[in-house]
T-cell receptor
Framework: DTGVSQDPRHKITKRGQNVTFRCDPISEHNRLYWYRQTLGQGPEFLTYFQNEAQLEKSRLLSDRFSAERPKGSFSTLEIQRTEQGDSAMYLC?????????????????FGPGTRLTVL | AQSVAQPEDQVNVAEGNPLTVKCTYSVSGNPYLFWYVQYPNRGLQFLLKYITGDNLVKGSYGFEAEFNKSQTSFHLKKPSALVSDSALYFCAVRDLQDTGRRALTFGSGTRLQVQP
């Protein structure tokens, strides 16, 4: 399978604990994104990497959240001191920078997500 | 700012009938538009996208979408619905002229229910 993979698929934790999720993008994709999806809503953007550089962060990404992509391949998303409001599906996507007549473009391909439940 | 509206929480259609899932968008510049589908407990699966050119875009599984600039709409369509099309559908947009942003803005989703 050459799609985006995420680990774990499910995580249950107690309030106040730290959690870390991993995302492996499609091979050779240089861009990687994290989104959060709560029940009944569309995904909301958290952050974006081009290679190892974190180029864009949402205001949703509070100081308890940190993301890394140290070698420009896989990425980790850590949530410190989890709160019940952090319960959501965390989605990772990757894309390959492309060029079309209207400018730089790409298509984001999503992984299966990690469902976090904070008790 | 960029935004997407999906005015219908749910669309019901009989198998074999045509289906339409509505989407309207708002961007300052030129829109880069997407449709994704999500099955239960799964990630989003890419269906199709529009950047420029022909206003009718064809995608996976027989789906197509019609871009209408004057109405700022990008409705998803299929001539003949299948029960297996039942899922959650998301429209998303990015402003092509905002080159500093790569984030997609998604609508709240429309649940498609195809009855046998």
């Amino acid at each position: 399978d050459t799609g985006v993979s995420q680990d774990p698929r499910h995580k249950i934790t107690k309030r106040g604990q730290n959690v870390t999720f991993r995302c492996d993008p499609i091979s050779e994709h240089n861009r990687l994104y994290w989104y959060r999806q709560t029940l009944g809503q569309g995904p909301e953007f958290l952050t974006y990497f081009q290679n190892e550089a974190q180029l864009e962060k949402s205001r949703l990404l509070s100081d308890r959240f940190s993301a890394e992509r140290p070698k420009g391949s896989f990425s980790t998303l850590e949530i410190q001191r989890t709160e019940q409001g952090d319960s959501a599906m965390y989605l990772c996507a990757s894309s390959l920078r492309g060029y079309e007549t209207s400018g730089v473009t790409d298509t984001q391909y999503f992984g299966p997500g990690t469902r976090l439940t904070v008790l | 700012a960029q935004s997407v509206a999906q005015p219908e929480d749910q669309v019901n259609v009989a198998e074999g009938n045509p289906l339409t899932v509505k989407c309207t968008y708002s961007v300052s510049g030129n829109p880069y538009l997407f449709w994704y589908v999500q099955y239960p407990n799964r990630g989003l699966q890419f269906l199709l996208k529009y950047i420029t050119g022909d206003n009718l875009v064809k995608g996976s599984y027989g789906f197509e979408a019609e871009f209408n600039k004057s109405q700022t709409s990008f409705h998803l369509k299929k001539p003949s619905a299948l029960v297996s099309d039942s899922a959650l559908y998301f429209c998303a947009v990015r402003d092509l002229q905002d080159t500093g942003r790569r984030a997609l803005t998604f609508g709240s989703g429309t649940r498609l229910q195809v009855q046998p």
